[in-house]
């Protein structure tokens, strides 16, 4: 699944939530609630108002964004669909598949977003421009 993936792949997740007087607790194992082992984590925040994140795609990067607080918008586009998912519970995930532009905006006051990545960071793997990421998709 690289360039034949779509904006239907990219689902939001349920994960493990165990609540108690004491607060709650989310738990992400990989290749059980996420289909990918997780080789890096890395979180966005004190993120300035009207802030625009993300912009590019990857060629084989999975991912798992989580509002591990606040809220934001995922702009998924795989070249043909777009979809915008809201992200606003510590306990739900969007995988985001390889072959797929995203922007991150409309992120709330001290919100944080976390990401789960099946891949140690690797430039070549990015696609910066959304005239490139058509270029690699459909091969024009
Ligand atoms: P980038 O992925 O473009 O950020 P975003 O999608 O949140 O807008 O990364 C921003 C900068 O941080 C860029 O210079 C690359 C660097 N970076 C790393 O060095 N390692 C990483 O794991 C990540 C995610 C980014």
């Not at 007087?21 to 082992?37: A, D, L, Q």
Request: hydrophobic share 35%.
């Amino acid at each position: 699944m690289t360039e034949n993936s779509t904006v239907n792949d990219c689902n939001i997740l349920p994960l493990s939530k165990i609540h108690n007087r004491g607060g709650n607790i989310t738990i992400v194992e990989g290749n059980e609630n996420i289909p990918f082992m997780v080789k890096r984590i890395y979180y966005l925040y004190d993120i300035p108002g009207g802030g625009r994140r993300g912009g590019h795609a990857h060629k084989e990067l999975y991912q798992l964004i989580v509002a591990a607080s606040g809220s934001f918008d995922v702009l998924l586009d795989d070249g043909v669909n777009k979809k915008v998912v809201r992200l606003n519970r510590p306990d739900y995930g969007l995988l985001v598949v390889p072959g797929i532009w995203r922007e991150l905006f409309e992120f709330s006051s001290g919100s944080v977003c976390l990401v789960l990545a099946s891949e140690k960071y690797d430039e070549t793997d990015y696609l910066r421009s959304f005239k490139a990421f058509k270029a690699w998709k459909y091969k024009k």
